[in-house]
Every structure is written in structure tokens, then in C-alpha cells.
């Protein structure tokens, strides 16, 4: 340990930042996600015993004789045995809520190496015992612990919402609005930035200047919350990209603090690509970006927007066994996933009724929209969990086109992603982009219900006279239809 140089440490850093960057690309696309978490596991690990080995060098000279390197290795251990226990232990219907919990650890972390870091700067080597913080240090760490504070709060309300069991008022998905919210939320930035600057400039050689930081940070916690709580739960997957985006930032804001060039180098990765999601995912809900990085959107589209009740209509059903009917004699064939097969764990079940329809010549297909379930790919991973070919699915832009000469769509669990409203300029969901379902020859929805989505709409595909409705648990109806393929 003691022979590890700083040259063969920056190496280590580079190795990892390496593995890093090959893992976004390995996670661009379902055919190479596994070789992209392993390189991204690896990366890690690499990062995480590096450095590690670099406080064990220094401890002598930075803090001899403390305590600091044991509860480290202690924090590392039991961390890592609750974050394993944790995946382990999730479904994958509570993936975002299990993402937006890591977002909220990572702004907390970077709150707490910020404190730490004002408080005994020459403990993490950034100056002399006894010196004053230079100005860029004192404005690096400004940044990192009001990007972090913003991330945990904003992040633990997001978890809240996805979670949907807690009764809490702040933690429910209809949105949170008052009178004023947003002229708030401006005062309260505006605030944090003058005491961020009177921290800044302050230069008392006795030690920092402790009040502003410290309302600077309670302030910004107040921020989170109250940028995510106007959201609803439609908006939730851009939420997710957007904190995961923000905690990015944190940690690079950090790392150039501490002259670590592992946290810079993988922060900015996490953030720029965070970013980069959260433009996509605003395309695929007609929203917009730097509202979004604002934490102001919303508003007239968001989810909630609709009545919320349900018109009395009538709608043709029918039973699984008259859906394999349909499927069995059609030529082709396009099934759109939802949060609804997610709960049910359906996706074993459609990759059998896949199969039984492939042998009777159906050409089958899957279509996926940027924001199906309850965050980017989420169906994408259901079914790479079935062991679907990748050849198989296709993503909106892909396929949309495909739907006006299609027999058949299977939609499972599916509402606003597929509700034809987005084409009304009148409708609260105007403009957002969606799965054509509605263009096809026959329609099969598998629903509970006809309870509404997340954004509170009727969906008009239901009351299509092609349209048939198979009322019920996912994957038990899905089950009688493979047994009714003959």
C-alpha cells in the first residue's frame, strides 16, 4: 500500500474513468448492457480501491493516529451489504423508486465531503494547516453542496411519489401547487446565491463563515423539495434523469474540490448523460428542457391535468379466449408494454405467447415508448429479463410507421403512451408523442380497469369500434391465451 505512487494512482483513475465511459456506451444499447455494467462495475471498483489505498498512504501525514480510515472501511462494508441486500432484495417495478433512493445518498454524500471539507480543508490536502480557503475552493464547494442538498430533498420526494404508499401529502403523485410557488422558488434561489457569495468572499482567517453556508444548505434543501413537488406522476421518468443528472453534477463539483480527477471525470459523465436523457425523455413528452432543469414544468400538460373522472361510455370486451382468437389468425402482430405487465410480471408469459404465435407464422413485435413504465428503459430491461430477441423490439420512432399496416396490437398495461388525445390541440397531453396503436386493423387492450393513466385522461384507443378490451390480471390473462393458442 505504502509503495502506491501518485503517477500510478492517476493510471488507476484514468483505467477507471476508461471503463466508465465504455460502460455508457455498452448501456446505449439492450445487445451490450451486460458488457456495459460489468465494465461499469469494474470501473468502480477499480476507483473504489484506489482510493482507499491512497487514504491509507496518507493517513500518517493527514490525520495520524485518528479513526478516520477505520470507520471508512467500516461505512464501506456495511454500505455495500445494505446497498447488495437492497438489489437483491427489489422488484422491478420498484427499480425508480430504488434509483431515486441512490440519487438522494449521492446529494447527501456530496453535502457531507462539502461541511467536511470547510471545516478541515487540509485534512482532504486542498490547503496548509492554518490557511484560509482561497476563493475558486470556497465556490467549488458552494456549487457541490447546493447541487447535492437540491438532489437529496428532490430526490427523496421523487421516491415518495414513485413509491405511492405513503400517505404523506408531499409524497402522493397529484401534484403540489399554491399561489405564488413559483415567485418562491426564485426568492429562495436568489437567497442561496447571496449567502452562497457572502460565503465566498468571506476571508476571516479565524475560519470560515459558518451562517451563511450553513442557511445555504438548509435553504437548498427547501429548493428540492419544493421544485419536485409540483410534479406529478406522469412526469415522474423525466424526474428520474433529470436528479440522476443533478447528482452528477454534485459529485464533480465536489471533485474539483478536492483535486480528484475520478470525481470529475465520472460526475460530469453522469451528468452530461443525465442530461442528455432528460432531453430525450422531454421530446417524448412534449416538455420542455430548461423547465425542466428548473424544475418549473409542467404546469397546463402535466399530469393531473385531466378531470380525473371517467365518462360513461360503452366499450366492446371480450375474453382471453376470443384475444388468441384474433392474434392466431392474424399475419402480424405488435405488442406495446406498460406499467401494468410490470406489476403483474407478465413478461415470461408474452415471451411464451410470443413463441406459440411465431410457430403459427404470426410475425410479432415489440413496441416501446421512451417512457413506458416508470422510468427510461424500464421495459426495455422487462424484457431482456424474458430473454426477448433484441431483433424484436423496436422504439417509437422505429415503429410507428408500421401500425397503419399492422393486424393486431396487444396493448398490455399501456394507457397514455398510446392515447390518441395527444393528437387534439385542445387535449392536456397535446403535442406529446405516442405509440400509433390506434391506426391499426384490431385493437386488444389488457387492462384492470378502466381506470385512468398517470396523467388523469380518458384514452380514447379504448372506445374505438376496432377496439377490444380484456379485463384483468396481466399475466393471468396472458396465460389463458397461450392455452387457448392451439
Known amino acids: 500500500m505504502n509503495g502506491l505512487s501518485m503517477n500510478m494512482v492517476t493510471l488507476l483513475y484514468l483505467v477507471a474513468s476508461v471503463c466508465f465511459i465504455q460502460a455508457l456506451k455498452g448501456l446505449s444499447s439492450p445487445s451490450t448492457a451486460r458488457a456495459g455494467n460489468m465494465f461499469g462495475m469494474s470501473g468502480m471498483a477499480i476507483a473504489a480501491v484506489t482510493t482507499v489505498a491512497l487514504m491509507f498512504k496518507l493517513r500518517a501525514t493527514l490525520a495520524p493516529g485518528g479513526m478516520g480510515f477505520a470507520l471508512v472501511l467500516l461505512g464501506v462494508v456495511v454500505g455495500g451489504a445494505i446497498g447488495a441486500l437492497a438489489a437483491r432484495r427489489v422488484e422491478m417495478t420498484k427499480m425508480p423508486e430504488l434509483v431515486a433512493a441512490m440519487h438522494s445518498l449521492i446529494g447527501l454524500a456530496a453535502v457531507c465531503i462539502a461541511v467536511a471539507a470547510v471545516s478541515e480543508p487540509w485534512a482532504f490536502n486542498i490547503v496548509p494547516r492554518a490557511t484560509v480557503l482561497p ?138 448523460s443525465g442530461a442528455i436523457l432528460s432531453y430525450i425523455m422531454c421530446k417524448a413528452m412534449n416538455r420542455s428542457f430548461f423547465n425542466v432543469i428548473l424544475g418549473g414544468f409542467g404546469g397546463e400538460t402535466d399530469a393531473g391535468a385531466g378531470s380525473g373522472t371517467q365518462e360513461q361510455r360503452p366499450v366492446k370486451s371480450g375474453s382471453a379466449d376470443d384475444a388468441a382468437f384474433i392474434l392466431q389468425n392474424a399475419e402480424s402482430v405488435i405488442i406495446v408494454p406498460g406499467y401494468g405487465l410490470a406489476v403483474a410480471r407478465a413478461q415470461h408469459a408474452v415471451k411464451e405467447l410470443v413463441d406459440k404465435l411465431t410457430e403459427h407464422g404470426v410475425q410479432v413485435r415489440y413496441a416501446i415508448h421512451p417512457v413506458a413504465g416508470r422510468m427510461p428503459g424500464h421495459m426495455n430491461v422487462l424484457l431482456a429479463e424474458a430473454e426477448v430477441p433484441y431483433d424484436q423490439v423496436a422504439e417509437m420512432e422505429d415503429i410507428n410507421s408500421e401500425f397503419g399496416q399492422t393486424d393486431v396490437v396487444l396493448v398490455l398495461g399501456a394507457n397514455d403512451v398510446v392515447n390518441p388525445a395527444a393528437k387534439d390541440p385542445k387535449s392536456p397531453i397535446a403535442g406529446m408523442p405516442i405509440l400509433e396503436a390506434y391506426k391499426a386493423k384490431s385493437i386488444i387492450v389488457n387492462k384492470r380497469s378502466m381506470a385512468s393513466g398517470y396523467a388523469g385522461l380518458d384514452n380514447e384507443l379504448f372506445y374505438q369500434p376496432n377496439t377490444m378490451m380484456v379485463f384483468g390480471d396481466a399475466k393471468k390473462v396472458i396465460e389463458s391465451m397461450v392455452k387457448a393458442v392451439e
Open 135 to 272: 476563493f475558486g475552493n470556497r465556490l467549488e464547494l458552494f456549487i457541490g453542496t447546493f447541487v447535492g442538498a437540491v438532489t437529496f430533498s428532490g430526490s427523496v420526494i421523487a421516491f415518495g411519489k414513485l413509491s405511492g404508499k405513503y400517505k404523506f401529502r408531499l409524497f402522493q403523485g397529484a401534484p403540489v401547487r399554491f399561489a405564488g410557488q413559483h415567485w418562491l422558488n426564485l426568492l429562495l434561489a436568489l437567497a442561496i446565491v447571496a449567502l452562497g457569495l457572502a460565503f465566498c468572499f468571506d476571508d476571516n482567517p479565524l475560519g470560515p463563515a459558518w451562517t451563511p453556508y450553513a442557511l445555504m444548505a438548509l435553504l437548498a434543501f427547501v429548493l428540492g423539495v419544493l421544485i419536485i413537488i409540483p410534479i406529478g406522476g406522469a412526469d415522474m421518468p423525466v424526474v428520474v434523469s433529470m436528479l440522476n443528472s443533478y447528482s452528477g453534477w454534485a459529485a464533480a463539483g465536489i471533485g474539483f474540490s478536492l483535486n480528484n480527477a475520478m470525481l470529475i471525470i465520472a460526475g460530469s459523465l453522469v451528468g452530461s
